[in-house]
């Protein structure tokens, strides 16, 4: 039902000009395949102009934050309309450094969700437990605890446009390490079953996604998995010609666990 979603949240990384190299190659490199959906999260200031050339590879462009509200005094933040006026397809909300290095909480991330949807966009939506959480054997309780908060309210008919993404903090970026399929798929299926809690039975249209330390070495594990509708991927896939590769790699195991 679902395309596989293969995406990369690039962070602070890349000008305007090298995300537009970035683009190009993706599309001379890889040709759109109706199974699959793929994405890119480059900073603000590479989005003008952005969605129109990666629509030639079929590729939706996303923002990495955004505030809340329509407008108002809130100097340097970057309102929901803004982006969509650009052509903006879906919006990160609630990464792990966000959450960390900018305080955002669970109720802060639920206003987002709803200005998402409000602006026509589908919301990429993270959770994840950090090491400690895990340490306490509280990461079900973590994920679950995010979920509801962030996706309270939230009518069962916006479901087929919203993503969530588990990424544990304590694989996530430089410091962390790759997890272990049998350590995230536990977690996996208790963010489903708070899906279906919140959801009912609409909440299999929900992409669910995985992210923390994907690499070539480990993406056909995680891309194999039923559970699982895409990847989510950073610092292996910073160069164009490694998002490539590890696309490939990840949508051939996909369709051979099929
Ligand atoms: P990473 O980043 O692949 O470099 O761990 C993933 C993410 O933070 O989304």
């Not at 596989?4 to 993706?26: C, I, L, P, S």
């Not at 490199?29 to 629509?55: C, D, K, W």
């Not at 299926?189 to 299999?204: P, S």
Request: net charge negative; aromatic share 8%.
């Amino acid at each position: 039902m679902h395309p596989f979603y293969f995406g990369t949240n690039v962070k602070m990384h890349q000008t305007h000009a090298d995300t537009q190299r970035f683009v190009r190659v993706v599309a001379e490199q890889s040709s759109p395949v109706p199974e699959r959906q793929l994405f890119l999260m480059p900073p603000f200031t590479s989005l003008a102009g952005l969605p129109e050339l990666a629509a030639e590879s079929g590729m939706w462009i996303g923002a990495q934050n955004m505030h809340d509200a329509d407008e108002g005094e809130f100097t340097g933040e970057i309102a929901p309309g803004m982006l969509r006026a650009l052509g903006v397809e879906m919006v990160l909300l609630g990464h792990a450094e966000r959450r960390r290095h900018f305080g955002e909480t669970d109720g802060l991330l639920n206003r987002k969700v709803r200005a998402a949807f409000a602006h026509g966009m589908r919301p990429l939506l993270c959770v994840g437990e950090d090491a400690q959480e895990r340490g306490f054997g509280i990461a079900h309780e973590t994920v679950a605890r995010q979920l509801k908060v962030a996706l309270h309210g939230i009518q069962a008919d916006h479901t087929a446009r919203l993503i969530v993404a588990y990424e544990p903090v304590w694989s996530i970026g430089t410091s962390g390490r790759p997890a272990l399929v049998e350590e995230v798929l536990p977690v996996l299926e208790a963010i489903r079953h708070t899906l279906g809690e919140l959801f009912g039975a609409r909440a299999k249209e929900i992409a669910l996604l995985y992210g923390g330390s994907v690499n070539e070495s480990n993406c056909a594990d995680y891309a194999a998995l039923p559970v699982l509708d895409g990847l989510f991927v950073g610092r292996a896939v910073r160069q164009p010609e490694d998002f490539v590769h590890i696309l490939n790699l990840a949508y051939q195991a996909r369709a051979k666990s099929r």
